[in-house]
């Protein structure tokens, strides 16, 4: 669910708590985006603080992420695992790309912030690619299977989209309409088999209107979740979402809720995929709002964490993978209400423990690498240290 696209690799920790009343704090840089957003540039100005309840929300989403793909060798054996399932999947990816694309707001093709996008995004793509690969051969007996760049594996489709979302920002920017152009992009998407699966263009076309909202909202907006009315009213509206899920459950194909398939593809007549396209867009939109109007605003023990989530994101899938390869998922009372309870605790501890300073510390070679020695320094720079020499 994804600092790839972020500005600044060691922010040191979250801003102070703001008062109920008073609005969100400004947004730092256009680069920074879901995962987890770095501060400004090492040689720019001091970065400004960072926005607890942005890094909340990441953090939230990342553990509802992690643990909805702990919850997929168990689902089949409890409707109610299947109804949350349904019900998570809804939203917490949507919830992950909202905030990439209002992060993205500023992005332009500047040799800085396409250099972030390149050490943030597009480096980790191809080491985390080539790494699930080697570990699906290794561990999970399937030494056959190819490493491609074009077909993402597992976690690793959301980099490939957030670096084509990204790269299209300017695009979306200059368009006058842009949020309907997008829908409409999904739409014929889910009608379009022949689209294939290379860089799971389905999925990026398909979830493509989350992103352009995110780069057409406003603080305003979020602030807008934020009333205590809205809090309230988010209670009744997971509830029912829930109920809803529940009797779906025999009736849907939850393959709609991955928006990596056209509508032939799930079996269902051409007409549907549109159809579905709006129908999940809304149900998303409005359960994304309900989870945003209980995000903290405050600084929480939980704050720093949401400056780690692409760690969380990318490392938990080879705890969830490698329990599956292991067949640890095969034990009698995992399939139980006590089991399924333990496997969701456990998956929550473990991404938040992979979103700590330390698992990142070890990893920043592979998440947020330096890499000046592949860029030629910026012109502009080179002549303001001129200046100052």
């Not at 007409?271 to 109007?293: D, K, R």
């Not at 456990?346 to 979103?355: E, I, P, S, Y």
């Amino acid at each position: 669910m994804f600092h790839a696209a972020s500005s600044s690799p060691r922010a040191t920790g979250p801003s102070s708590a703001p008062s109920a009343r008073e609005p969100l704090p400004s947004v730092r840089s256009p680069a920074d985006a879901v995962p987890s957003p770095r501060s400004a540039e090492p040689s720019g100005p001091p970065a400004k603080q960072r926005d607890a309840f942005f890094d909340n929300a990441k953090y939230l989403a990342i553990v509802l992420v992690a643990m909805g793909h702990s919850w997929e060798p168990l689902k089949g054996d409890s409707r109610v695992l299947q109804a949350a399932y349904m019900c998570v999947y809804a939203f917490h990816m949507p919830a992950f790309i909202v905030i990439s694309g209002y992060f993205s707001r500023s992005f332009d093709m500047r040799p800085d912030r396409l250099k972030r996008l390149v050490t943030g995004v597009l480096v980790p793509y191809v080491l985390f690619e080539t790494a699930y690969v080697l570990f699906k051969r290794t561990v999970g007996g399937d030494p056959s299977l190819p490493i491609s760049l074009l077909d993402p594996w597992y976690l690793t489709w959301f980099l490939a989209a957030l670096f084509i979302w990204r790269m299209t920002t300017p695009l979306w920017k200059l368009v006058r309409h842009p949020v309907p152009l997008a829908v409409v992009i999904a739409m014929l998407a889910s009608v379009s088999p022949d689209i294939g699966d290379d860089l799971d263009l389905q999925r990026v076309l398909q979830f493509l209107p989350f992103f352009v909202i995110g780069l057409s909202m406003k603080q305003e907006h979020f602030q807008l979740v934020r009333r205590r009315s809205v809090r309230i009213l988010a209670v009744p509206v997971f509830a029912g979402a829930l109920a809803v899920a529940w009797w779906a459950v025999p009736r849907m194909n939850p393959g709609w809720f991955y928006h990596r398939d056209s509508a032939q593809e799930l079996g269902a007549p051409w007409w549907c995929g549109p159809l579905m396209v709006l129908a999940l867009l809304g149900c998303s939109l409005l359960l994304t709002a309900c989870f945003f109007a209980w995000v903290p605003r405050r600084a929480m023990w939980f704050t720093t964490l949401g400056a780690g989530t692409l760690y969380g994101y990318l490392l938990h899938g080879f705890f969830v993978k490698g329990a599956d390869y292991e067949g640890w998922y095969d034990a009698a009372w995992l399939h139980r209400p006590l089991g399924e309870v333990a496997v969701t605790l456990l998956a929550g501890t473990v991404v938040t423990l992979l979103c700590t300073s330390p698992v990142r510390r070890v990893f920043r070679f592979a998440m947020e690498p330096r890499m000046d020695w592949a860029f030629r320094r910026d012109a502009t720079a080179l002549a303001r240290e001129r200046a100052k020499a």
